[in-house]
């Protein structure tokens, strides 16, 4: 049956009508200037230099979750000065829990070397966020004459969102909405908003006081996903932006406490046993501690906590080989996997052999300057948090990296 033209246009018009009426509404009302900006960067008054959006956040996380995140207010010239190199450090929820006042200090100041070129840093940090956001920002900087971008990402896959809920991925894989988030520089009509709030309920408390309502079970399906999610970003991110990408693998503490055992029946915490643990093993002298260790071998050998306590008793021992064994199976069966998977490290270790990419490797070279990976925890002021010698190792691999690069060219 033949349809007329007429017919035809009316349907065409008829399906693309809603999406027509929001870009005219939103068109309006960024011409009579209402509403928040979410733009990356605001011009200042003199227009010399772009002025870091105190907001620009809320472009990548909720903001009916997260009303108030701290914002290192920060400047860039519109016009980038001669002999420099304007690099954008971006990071989520990994840089975060690796140095918790990153957005209150610069962990990376400029600096300029023997021959006067300038590196100018810009530290974009979105905390509660995951590679799904952090491809988006990467594509934002491209207007900005961005000449590296040094991505801290992978550790906290999960964390942000509900863990049970991987929706939040395919937003980026239907292109309606894809087309939307890019074009919403300003959320004037919150309907992206109010679907999402239709998928997932907002968190009064974060992170959620019951680990089980976001867990995500180690190599469950709803793992896997998220795992496949995050390999098609480390993709894209090399694949959309304008400028050389540095992926930085972030170091793991690997004698941190198990969060919770996934055999928890007797419901005790983890930090309970290894406090018993530690007050056994320094009282080795005293008493012998086989007993104990066969009761909690009874109780359940495949614990994370078990290998925790096993690996603390080789150490006392002087097996180091025996206990970064037992110290690498409790980080494997740890249930609250906010520490970086040794699958989501591999992931960006591979990255580098795609193009425009080149890797940072900091675990590797903690690594290289502890004692067969025990005694990194002197980067660590406690499980996940980065002290000073952390924080200064961090600094000089990625100027010495950026050096030698730029220095290549």
Request: include cysteine; glycine fraction near 2%; aromatic fraction near 14%.
């Amino acid at each position: 049956m033949k349809v007329s033209f007429r017919r035809l246009a009316y349907n065409v018009f008829f399906r693309l009508s809603p999406i027509l009426i929001v870009v005219l509404l939103e068109l309006a009302l960024r011409f009579i200037g209402v509403g928040e900006s979410y733009l990356l960067f605001n011009q200042s008054d003199n227009a010399q230099n772009y002025e870091l959006n105190q907001i620009y956040y809320r472009r990548f996380i909720s903001p009916k979750q997260f009303t108030n995140v701290d914002i290192l207010p920060q400047e860039i010239p519109v016009e980038k000065a001669e002999n420099s190199y304007r690099i954008f450090l971006i990071g989520d929820q990994t840089l975060c829990s690796a140095f918790p006042d990153i957005n209150k200090e610069q962990i990376i100041p400029d600096f300029k070397e023997e021959d006067s070129v300038y590196y100018d840093i810009v530290q974009l940090v979105v905390p509660y966020t995951n590679s799904f956001a952090m491809k988006r920002l990467v594509r934002c900087i491209n207007r900005y004459e961005a000449d590296a971008c040094v991505v801290v990402m992978g550790g906290n896959e999960f964390y942000g969102i509900p863990r049970k809920s991987t929706w939040m991925q395919d937003i980026d894989n239907y292109w309606g909405l894809n087309f939307f988030v890019s074009m919403k520089n300003h959320r004037f009509i919150q309907i992206l908003d109010r679907f999402i709030y239709l998928k997932k309920d907002p968190q009064e408390v974060f992170p959620p006081r019951d680990p089980d309502e976001w867990l995500v079970a180690y190599e469950s399906t709803s793992y896997m996903e998220s795992r496949s999610y995050f390999e098609r970003n480390l993709k894209k991110i090399a694949k959309k932006s304008d400028c050389p990408v540095f992926f930085v693998s972030m170091p793991v503490n690997i004698k941190t406490p198990p969060y919770r055992s996934l055999f928890d029946d007797k419901e005790l915490q983890d930090d309970n046993f290894s406090q018993e643990c530690e007050i056994l093993v320094a009282n080795a002298d005293r008493f012998t501690i086989e007993r104990w260790i066969d009761d909690l071998e009874a109780w359940e050998p495949k614990t994370a906590i078990y290998h925790y306590c096993k690996a603390m008793i080789s150490e006392h021992a002087g097996n180091s080989e025996e206990a970064l064994k037992y110290y690498e199976k409790a980080l494997e069966l740890d249930a609250f996997r906010v520490r970086m998977d040794p699958q989501f490290y591999d992931l960006i270790k591979q990255s580098f052999m795609l193009e425009n990419i080149e890797h940072i490797d900091l675990q590797a070279r903690i690594n290289e300057m502890s004692n067969a990976g025990l005694s990194i925890d002197r980067y660590f002021s406690n499980g996940i948090n980065m002290n000073t010698g952390g924080k200064d190792l961090f600094t000089a691999q990625i100027r010495s990296t950026l050096i030698d690069y730029f220095n290549q060219k």
